[in-house]
């Protein structure tokens, strides 16, 4: 499995914008699909979008048209631009990557790592 970390997350006023990103080590990241994931307090962690290894993406109802997925082989890093942000995107978002797309939007990994908050302020 592919070893990512996470980063770029903070505190935000509703409407504003942050970029994560997704970093990964090794020469296979290209193969991988990568998944977007986030929990907040209380609630189970959901799969916020996912890439494929050809480029397709795909996006919770709740996000789309105000998050944009984005890979960049030659970085080994995925990004999620997220605009329009609302208080209720508040959570800890992590990245996972499988070269099955269906594990990713499975999700069902084991060691999910520290993640990276993010706030919305209302």
């Known amino acids: 499995q592919v070893q990512l970390v996470e980063s770029g997350g903070g505190l935000v006023q509703a409407g504003g914008s942050l970029r994560l990103s997704c970093a990964a080590s090794?020469?296979?990241?290209?193969?991988?699909?990568i998944g977007w994931y986030r929990q907040a307090p209380g609630k189970q962690r959901e799969l916020v979008a996912y890439?494929?290894?050809?480029?397709?993406?795909n996006y919770a109802d709740s996000v789309k048209g105000r998050f944009t997925l984005s890979r960049d082989n030659a970085k080994n890093t995925v990004y999620l631009q997220m605009t329009r942000l609302k208080p209720e995107d508040t959570a800890v978002y992590y990245c996972?990557?499988?070269?099955?797309?269906?594990?990713?939007?499975?999700?069902?990994?084991?060691?999910w790592g520290q993640g990276t908050q993010v706030t919305v302020s209302s």
């Open positions: 996972k990557g499988d070269p099955s797309l269906w594990a990713v939007v499975g999700g069902s990994f084991k060691n």
């Open positions: 890439i494929g290894n050809d480029g397709f993406t």
């Open positions: 090794g020469s296979t990241f290209s193969r991988n699909a």
